[in-house]
């Protein structure tokens, strides 16, 4: 994923920009975010509002911050509500092991699950 179209802001007055938003369709609207969570340079979960409804449809999460989103929940049915995940176990970190897919019943706790909910 490449980050050339993010406008990062600096939340937290390290210097480093963490919290970004991009306008990928172009027009005008926001519809993907990206967040560096513990604020070390290194985007951890990104979110894109597909459909523009101002819910977002899916979230990737960078659970060990190797440049690859492990873990994935979504909107499956357009509701508003993320109700489907994917998780990739990676045994050493670079190599996926197993996948497991099911309904998200507790996202992992983001920025975007504490009611961010797009522009």
Not at 5 to 30: H, R
Not at 92 to 101: F, L, V, Y
Request: charged share 25%.
């Amino acid at each position: 994923m490449s980050l050339e179209a993010f406008t990062f802001i600096d939340t937290n007055g390290d210097g480093l920009g963490d919290f970004g938003g991009a306008d990928l369709n172009g027009d005008g609207i926001l519809d993907a975010y990206a967040l560096d969570s513990n604020f070390n340079g290194v985007v951890d979960q990104y979110a894109e509002d597909a459909n523009q409804d101002g819910f977002l449809d899916s979230v990737f999460i960078d659970n060990n911050e190797d440049g690859v989103f492990e873990s994935a929940i979504w909107d499956s049915d357009g509701d508003g509500v993320m109700d489907s995940f994917l998780e990739t176990v990676s045994q050493d970190g670079t190599d996926p092991g197993s996948s497991e897919a099911g309904q998200a019943t507790d996202p992992s706790p983001t920025l975007f699950q504490a009611g961010f909910r797009g522009p």
